[in-house]
């Protein structure tokens, strides 16, 4: 990501400079996908829209692609442990309280039926072979219960450049997680000051009667 934003031969280099990008949290990220074993093995054949594509991806390794001040910044979207990997007994740092009192035009939308339905993931990845052909292979995750057992299934394809099994299926279990728990966004006003600090990819709580 950090050579198609800065790279003035293979990437956006010439229109993009180094100073655009948040080098310190590019290399956090780095350290965070070597120690989980996210890693991108695949070819860019068409062209795309970089921002969308970096987006995209960053999805797949359980990261956050924002803009902080100005610059282009990948950052882990989950709590880690200090040798980088991700810590499943961690909760996310809360930066900031949003209460009546310093808000202002609250609108909560609640999702759809059918962005809100569980559902068994089955995770497409390649596994390479020395001196053979790639072979495709599939994994299917659901959530733990019996409720869960005839749930739809939904298919994502992450073959183009996944070769790591680990991988797909820490992309699964996230994926699963936020369909979870993910019912409704809510958005509202409030004056400047009271978001000094917080930054995009943040956790925020909202409390309102």
């Known amino acids: 990501a950090y050579a198609l934003l800065t790279d003035k031969t293979l990437g956006a280099g010439a229109v993009i400079s180094e100073s655009s990008v948040d080098k310190d949290n590019m290399e956090i990220a780095a350290r965070f996908c070597q120690a989980n074993g996210f890693f991108w093995d695949g070819m860019i054949a068409d062209r795309v829209n970089l921002r969308e594509f970096i987006y995209q ?60 339905q569980a559902f068994k993931a ?62 409704h966004t809510v958005s509202f006003k409030t004056a400047p000051h009271y978001i000094n600090g917080v930054r995009p990819g943040d956790y925020i709580r909202v409390f309102s009667t």
């Not at 980088?84 to 609640?110: Q, R």
């Not at 072979?129 to 994502?156: M, Q």
């Not at 299926?169 to 369909?179: D, E, H, Q, S, V």
Request: hydrophobic fraction near 40%; aromatic fraction near 12%.
């Open 57 to 116: 991806q960053a999805l797949y390794c359980l990261l956050d692609f924002t803009i902080v001040g100005g610059k282009f910044s990948l950052f882990p979207a989950v709590p880690y442990n200090s040798d980088f990997t991700v810590n499943l007994e961690g909760k996310p740092k809360i930066k900031a309280m949003f209460t009546d009192g310093n808000i202002s035009d609250l609108s909560v939308s609640f999702l759809s039926p059918e962005d809100r």
């Open 122 to 183: 089955n995770v497409l990845y390649r596994e390479e072979k020395e001196n053979g052909f790639p072979e495709i292979k599939s994994a299917v995750i659901r959530l733990a219960g019996t409720d869960h057992v005839d749930d739809p299934l939904e298919t994502f394809d992450l073959s183009g450049f996944c070769t790591n099994r680990i991988s797909a299926l820490w992309f699964a279990r996230y994926t699963l997680a936020l369909r979870k728990h993910l019912d």
